[in-house]
């Protein structure tokens, strides 16, 4: 079976497993190398209510993928947070890195059930689509502002070509 670690202490550890049942597991039982952590992805088999040969699951989302003490989601979600703050300074690319960074954020802390990562993600993505909408705008109304001024002086007589 799977399952998350909740935590460990006093030589027992707490796993959440399949259908949300809280599993515990003397330290004994563990069968990786290190010590287990609150949040490793595991997989284990369950006899009499108790987790046996408990063993992490080095490909899973979320225990390969981390860096620093920080998921691999919540990584990709400070990164587009900072490409958005970026995107208010230089236009365009930062901002669709910003997109696309919180896109996969997203799905990836969905996986891992990381809140923190999800949230990051979501503002990263949707602040860049709002920030593209903005840019958008501002080009459309500029483009508007100078075609009615061609207009009106082509109208008036007083336009000359520019060569």
Partial sequence: MRGVILGVHDGRGVLLGD????????????????????????DFVEEGGQAKAVFAVPTAPGYGAQLGGQSGARVLGIIGVICLVVGFIIPLIPTI????????????????????????SRI???????????????????????????????SHGNWQPPF
Avoid: C, H, K
Wanted: glycine share 12%.
């Fill in 97 to 120: 890195a910003a997109f696309v960074l919180g896109v996969i954020g997203a799905g990836q802390a969905q996986a891992e059930r990381d809140d923190t990562a999800l949230l990051l």
């Fill in 19 to 42: 259908g949300e049942r809280r599993l515990e597991f003397p330290i004994s039982e563990w069968r990786s190398a290190g010590a287990p952590a609150a949040g490793q992805v595991v």
């Fill in 124 to 154: 990263s993505w949707i602040g860049a689509l709002v920030l593209l909408a903005i840019g958008m705008l501002a080009l459309l109304a500029l483009i508007a502002l100078f075609g009615v001024m061609g207009v009106t002086a082509i």
